[in-house]
């Protein structure tokens, strides 16, 4: 975690861009389980057609770096920032600009993925949900598995 409590894929992903793909090797592995067409891990995306399977699986995925300046309003203070004229962004949210390559492209058959996650220790074929998990630690260790349902619920709780 970067801080105290910011679970969020959207905010990870967003401290993750302030470093390289190097230093977050969790972003490589969420891209691999990606690939891999993981249930859970798809359902993190807001795309509700990948995780019910309506459309095929993914065959690479890239990442791209982009800066974003976001539209102000046309008032007097603004028309004192140099590069802002007025309301020459009228009518946009937003414009974005593509600042470099985060990640290259990558698919299922790289060997360089595989043995990055290797290295890093993430390199496994299981898709499971944390529920399962709780469910296979059930038969190991009871104070894990108390724990493992406390954490579920607590998601549950702070995702409602």
Sequence with gaps: QVAPYQPRLDWQMWFAALGSYQHNPWMVHLI???LQGCKPVLSLLDE?????????KISSVKAMLYNYDFTRMDLDWNARIP????SQ??????VRSMKREYLPSLDLNNPALKQFLSSHDFLDDICISHEDKCLMIDGHSRLLSR??????VL???CMN
Aim: glycine share 6%; with cysteine.
């Design 83 to 86: 590069a802002m004229k007025g």
């Design 147 to 152: 724990l493992c349902q406390l954490e579920l």
């Design 89 to 94: 962004l009228k009518d946009q949210w937003w």
């Design 155 to 157: 998601r549950t709780k």
């Design 32 to 34: 691999y389980k990606l």
């Design 48 to 56: 509700q057609s990948l995780a019910s399977g309506e459309v095929e």
